[in-house]
């Protein structure tokens, strides 16, 4: 059974999209392994990346070319500093010259090197082929960008780990997880911790989830004072700034950490908690939108989901919320994503948003119920609920720019999430008519019948109803 783990489903990268940006980085670093390894890499004396489906109609949008550049430069999207990324491809595009694992030069001209193809291939939307030249010969392979930064060959399985080890709960769908929690009498997040355990030793699975949390509270942080217009041509103006000036005090901060606790101390009317929710999940996806440094949750243009309502919980649900809440939350949301994952998809090119803020929420919603002291069968219910009412939802970025309305779907998934986890806690688990299974499972077929022109392409909804110059 394949096995996606915690840390596969919340990865550390860069913006814009996890399937048009980080995807297509990992690709060309795995392209690069792969002329290592045949020992090619030295000789090849030109090179040529081809971008297929929804990575050329929105690839410009997403800066699909940029991480393509990056990731033959040798650069990783986890380590990278941020302001380093325009110097890097600024650089290969005024030389015409890229340093192959930032060691070897090759004339590479961006204009003519990067084809924007717009024909489908059939294993999946999001597809890139590389093409070495060398000596007398050339070398391509054939990479898929199949959602959340997963990166596959044709045919493949798709799972991040491969491995003989036995895992103590093998988890392929809801219901199954659901009966080994009423076997062990156990909550959702020890059971996946036990299955981490396989892979990592505590103290490293401690360590990572804790490196997720503080990249998504760096994130929020970031956005929040942060100012001015988004790149791309929509000049959209920055949000999160404005809000939180608007709803912050005046006690003093210097650090992330800080700056949370004087959240803590502000005012929580109704009114304030949906600006605070919003407030954040805006600010991370204006920082995804900025090219910067992200957590896949499971995706990046739905990275702001989860932060959010973890957010939330810390600031106005309980005070007194510590590294044990955050990890828990962090474990169901991530297993919650995987069950998605195996049973449907997270990428917007095959099944539109749904895909992506419709199981990001689903994720926040199940891991908020759990940490509010919801019942395993409550905490799916959770999700069910979130899912259920993004289903059919359409991906139409404007512009190709995960932007509009990808960047306020975010806020409105979060509070969908935090609706749905408190319709979960008043609810007998077993009246529920819908299982989330059933949903699932509903949400990919919805995903198979979707006219591709809503999937991820600009060809449809508001993505031609509004045009550039309308901005």
């Avoid at 500093?81 to 694992?101: A, F, G, R, V």
């Avoid at 059939?122 to 890139?128: D, E, T, W």
């Avoid at 509270?217 to 929509?234: D, K, R, S």
């Avoid at 999940?281 to 440094?293: M, T």
Wanted: net charge negative.
């Amino acid at each position: 059974m394949e096995f996606i783990s915690v840390f596969d489903m919340l990865k550390i990268g860069v913006g814009p999209s996890s399937s048009h940006t980080l995807g297509p980085w990992r690709a060309a670093q795995k392209f690069i392994e792969e002329l290592k390894e045949k020992e090619i890499l030295s000789k090849t004396n030109a090179l040529q990346v081809s971008l297929f489906g929804s990575l050329s109609l929105t690839g410009k949008g997403h800066a699909t070319d940029l991480a393509v550049l990056l990731g033959l430069n040798g650069q990783d999207p986890v380590k990278i500093p941020i302001e380093n990324i325009h110097h890097i491809t600024k650089s290969i595009k005024i030389k015409n010259i890229l340093l192959l694992d930032n060691k070897y030069p090759i004339a590479f001209s961006v204009e003519n090197d990067i084809l924007f193809n717009k024909q489908f291939l059939s294993f999946h939307a999001n597809a890139l082929t590389f093409t070495a030249q060398f000596e007398d010969r050339s070398y391509s392979s054939t990479f898929y960008s199949i959602g959340g930064g997963f990166v596959v060959k044709e045919n493949s399985e798709g799972s991040q780990i491969k491995t003989e080890k036995q895992f103590p709960f093998p988890i392929q769908n809801a219901d199954q997880l659901l009966e080994y929690c009423i076997r062990e009498n156990t909550k959702i997040s020890e059971i996946v911790y036990e299955n981490e355990k396989v892979l990592r030793s505590e103290i490293e699975i401690k360590n990572e989830l804790t490196s997720i949390w503080n990249t998504m509270l760096e994130c929020m942080y970031t956005g929040c004072h942060t100012e001015g217009t988004l790149p791309g041509g929509l000049n959209v103006k920055r949000r999160a700034f404005d809000i939180h000036q608007g709803i912050k005090g005046n006690l003093p901060y210097s650090t992330p950490e800080e700056w949370l606790q004087t959240i803590r101390k502000t005012e929580v009317k109704f009114r304030q908690i949906l600006k605070w929710v919003s407030c954040f999940a805006l600010a991370v996806n204006e920082v995804n939108a900025s090219l910067g440094r992200v957590v896949t949750a499971p995706t990046n243009g739905s990275a702001g989901v989860i932060p959010s309502v973890l957010m939330y919980y810390i600031v106005i649900e309980n005070h007194k919320a510590n590294k044990e809440h955050i990890h828990q939350f962090l474990l169901v949301a991530g297993e919650l994503g995987s069950i998605f994952k195996k049973g449907a998809t997270i990428s917007a090119a095959m099944g539109g948003c749904q895909a992506e803020i419709g199981v990001s929420s689903a994720m926040a919603a199940g891991a908020l119920c759990e940490l509010m002291g919801g019942t395993p069968e409550q905490v799916l219910m959770a999700a069910e609920i979130a899912m259920e009412h993004h289903l059919g939802l359409t991906c139409d970025p404007i512009a190709g720019l995960v932007q509009i309305p990808c960047i306020e779907r975010n806020a409105m998934g979060a509070i969908k999430a935090i609706n749905a986890a408190e319709l979960a806690m008043e609810t007998d688990a077993k009246n529920a008519i819908v299982p989330l299974d059933k949903v699932i499972a509903t949400m990919w077929e919805t995903a198979k019948a979707m006219n591709s022109k809503f999937k991820e392409t600009s060809e449809g909804g508001l993505a031609v109803a509004v045009n550039l110059p309308d901005c």
